[in-house]
């Protein structure tokens, strides 16, 4: 037959439970039934041979025929359902004490080599009452006198395991049918708390995600619960950085498609000369721009964040790499008039992702440009320590004042005085953050309002020959 497991974790404890307990009740009572047994069998032995061998003591012989001199109690035999006898070496009685009179002679093959007792177990002829038997050889001056033997009924003994077999059976029901409730009320208090886990759990959705569990305690389940707050803590920290960035991209999409509309709307009002229509494309073309490279860096954020950005790693030349990022830098540059000057040691290769080390240092270099006023000086420098890169951008620009250091890495976060003056995005440094964490490596940045800014990158990398 199968036993079907209840579906509750419940049901499961309290049948396991029974099981353990009727399993260990069989054999605590196996045991005990076997032990009582082995016990009791040898208290008549013990006392069946004390008897024979105090009888054995006072033996003597007379013309052949053996007597015993030991008084036995005849109505305390017959009370205990023992008997006495002393036969000669032919096995013909010479006197019995004590009931079964009727007895017939037997004695254990090969008794008159032996010198010790033989036990033995038999029955009264037309009755199945047994009867353990005790033949002991008698010696008189050294020599066989004959056997004295003593018999004792097993009948109380095996009423009284009889008995005890019963006892067992009924107490093994007895003991279920108590466990059983108690059983079921310690599982239903051990489980209270996964109970309640479950329960509080199911009401926190997405609305509610300041909900905690709050349990107290050092065992398992509030162990376990702490660790779930935990993951709650964790979710709607990135709900709420899910939220904030929905918010912040809506709110770049607005300001350029506003533009964009107002400006398309406009021309459309009235026909209008060639060089209007010029103006408008013109504009239109500059936030198409804007979005263009909007959608890119959100690209490259969301794979920056995604924690599976294969990177590429290989071997490269970190000036050769640097080389057309300095050329697209330089024009920049030159448009404003500013000074770009550059320090990298020649033939460095090293082993890293060249697409994400370059984008790195464009984007650094780009904002030193963007933030450093006509005239200004912007300088990139590349240093190998034994095992890291270290790059460093500084420029004479505008800087960043205390208090906004530390967000300028958020997303979209762009100092506000700056804010009319660019059309950054706010996302540059975020994506370089991501970037240099990505490679293993730190970003810090120093700087003072008036004298300029420097970033700082430091990359663990494997350097391959100079
Ligand atoms: P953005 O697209 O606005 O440049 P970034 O994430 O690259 O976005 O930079 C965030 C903000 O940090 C910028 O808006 C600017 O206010 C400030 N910032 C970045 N680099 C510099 C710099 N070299 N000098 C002064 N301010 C800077």
């Not at 009582?36 to 052949?64: C, F, G, P």
């Not at 490259?300 to 057309?324: H, Q, S, T, W, Y």
């Not at 890169?389 to 620009?397: A, P």
Request: aromatic letters at 8%; hydrophobic letters at 40%; charged letters at 25%.
């Amino acid at each position: 037959m199968k036993i079907r497991m209840p579906a509750t974790l419940r049901g499961r404890l309290v049948l396991l439970n029974l099981l353990l307990l009727t399993g260990i009740l069989f054999l605590t009572f196996i045991a005990s039934y076997l032990f009582l047994k082995a016990w009791l069998y040898r208290q008549v032995d013990n006392s069946m041979s004390m008897l024979a061998r105090e009888v054995s003591l006072d033996i003597t012989v007379e013309n052949n025929n053996i007597v015993s001199n030991y008084s036995v109690n005849d109505s305390e035999l017959e009370k205990q359902r023992q008997f006495m006898r002393v036969l000669n070496n032919n096995g013909a009685v010479q006197e019995h004490v004590g009931p079964f009179q009727e007895l017939p002679v037997q004695l254990p093959a090969n008794i008159e080599n032996l010198r010790r007792g033989v036990f033995e177990n038999t029955t009264m002829p037309g009755d199945d009452e047994v009867i353990r038997l005790y033949t002991l050889p008698v010696f008189y001056h050294e020599r066989p006198a004959g056997f004295v033997q003593t018999g004792q009924s097993l009948e109380s003994v095996q009423d009284l395991l009889q008995a005890t077999i019963f006892t067992l059976l009924f107490l093994i029901p007895l003991s279920l049918f108590i466990a059983w409730p108690c059983s079921r009320w310690l599982t239903f208090k051990t489980l209270a708390p996964l109970t309640y886990i479950a329960g509080t759990a199911e009401q926190i959705t997405g609305h509610q995600l300041y909900r905690r569990l709050g349990m107290k305690g050092e065992d398992e389940a509030a162990r376990m619960a702490a660790a779930l707050d935990r993951m709650l803590d964790r979710l709607q920290e990135s709900f709420e950085s899910y939220r904030q960035f929905t918010g912040d991209v809506s709110h770049e999409l607005r300001t350029p498609l506003t533009i964009i509309r107002g400006e398309v709307s406009l021309a459309l009002q009235k026909d209008r000369d060639g060089q209007y229509y010029r103006d408008v494309l013109a504009c239109v073309d500059n936030e198409v721009d804007r979005l263009v490279r909007l959608e890119e860096q959100l690209l490259l954020l969301a794979r920056a964040e995604g924690e599976k950005m294969d990177l590429r790693i290989a071997r490269f030349n970190v000036k050769e790499a640097l080389a057309p990022i300095l050329r697209q830098i330089s024009l920049l540059a030159a448009a404003k008039n500013q000074q770009i000057g550059w320090s990298i040691p020649e033939d460095i290769f090293i082993e890293s992702d060249s697409g994400v080390f370059k984008q790195i240092v464009l984007n650094l270099l780009d904002n030193a440009v963007k933030y450093t006023p006509r005239e200004g000086k912007v300088d990139l420098s590349v240093i190998c320590r034994p095992d890291r890169l270290v790059i460093t951008v500084s420029d004479t620009g505008e800087g960043i004042s205390g208090e906004h250091l530390e967000s300028v890495f958020q997303r979209f976060y762009r100092v506000p005085e700056q804010r009319s003056k660019s059309t950054g995005t706010g996302l540059g440094l975020a994506i370089v953050k991501k970037l240099v964490v990505l490679l293993g490596g730190e970003i810090a940045v120093n700087s003072n309002v008036g004298s300029g800014s420097t970033f700082r990158v430091s990359l663990p990398v494997a350097f391959s020959g100079k």
